[in-house]
């Protein structure tokens, strides 16, 4: 599987941005994916996963009410739409996929995952 993030960028305090993760090498619908991030000198932390579906998600408390993970099966494409941003939300983001059969009842854990994408720079200034 192959899974390509972009579009992270510059933004200020309280503004939006949405990441994109396109997945390719692997039926889709067959994916659990989810959203990690590594602020420098940090381990890398989860963010956010969904379900093969699209119908279950799951989020780290420091983000829920403000991020929304989503899913485009036709698309083969996995979005984190990032609202209310703050400085601390300042992080490489990368996205995950993992095709086993437990992996979303585990998707909190980043070793869980088998694919990682190469990752896209979000900065948040004050």
């Known amino acids: 599987v192959q899974l390509q993030a972009s579009g992270g960028g510059l933004v200020q305090a309280g503004g939006s941005l949405r990441l994109s993760c396109a997945a390719s090498?692997?039926?889709?619908?067959?994916?659990?994916t989810g959203w990690f991030r590594q602020a420098p000198g940090k381990e890398r932390e989860f963010v956010a996963a969904?379900?093969?579906?699209?119908?279950?998600?799951k989020y780290a408390d420091s983000v829920k009410g403000r991020f929304t993970i989503s899913k485009d099966n036709a698309k083969e494409t996995v979005y984190l739409q990032m609202n209310s941003l703050k400085p601390e939300d300042t992080a490489v983001y990368y996205c995950?996929?993992?095709?086993?059969?437990?992996?979303?009842?585990?998707?909190?854990?980043?070793?869980?995952?088998?694919?990682w994408g190469q990752g896209t720079q979000v900065t948040v200034s004050s």
């Open positions: 995950a996929a993992d095709a086993a059969l437990n992996a979303y009842s585990r998707s909190y854990d980043r070793t869980t995952y088998d694919y």
């Open positions: 969904i379900s093969r579906s699209g119908g279950s998600t």
């Open positions: 090498g692997r039926t889709f619908r067959s994916l659990v």
